[in-house]
Nanobody, 116 residues
Framework: QVQLVESGGGLVQAGGSLRLSCVVS????????MGWFRQAPGKEREFVAA????????YYAGSVKGRFTISRDNAKNTVYLQMSSLTPEDTAVYYC?????????WGRGTQVTVAS
């Protein structure tokens, strides 16, 4: 059973930083991508960033490019999202997702609240 567990969320002032972590357990995948998504109250879940496990290629939504950095530690089966210059618009529940077609798995999310 694959499990994804996010951590690192919390309350931060605008302009501050947070680092989210997502630990994957249960099995490994030779070819997979890890992504961060977020969902604000009353809004659809949206893509934030993604990284390939093997090569490390990264992809970002335009709204976070230059402020957020996704990285992974293969030895720890962990993906990180370093967030800086946070604004109240970044307030959301952040989810990590593992995609290894035809399988995909979601974590339960971690709340990030940015106070103005």
């Amino acid at each position: 059973q694959v499990q994804l567990v996010e951590s690192g969320g919390g309350l931060v002032q605008a302009g501050g930083s947070l680092r989210l972590s997502c630990v994957v357990s249960g099995r490994t995948f030779s070819s997979a991508a890890m992504g961060w998504f977020r969902q604000a109250p009353g809004k659809e879940r949206e893509f934030v960033a993604a990284i390939s496990w093997s090569v490390g290629n990264t992809y970002y939504a335009g709204s976070v490019k230059g402020r957020f950095t996704i990285s992974r530690d293969n030895a720890k089966n962990t993906v990180y999202l370093q967030m800086s210059s946070l604004t109240p618009e970044d307030t959301a529940v952040y989810y990590c997702k593992l995609t290894a077609p035809p399988y995909y798995y979601w974590g339960r999310g971690t709340q990030v609240t940015v106070a103005s």
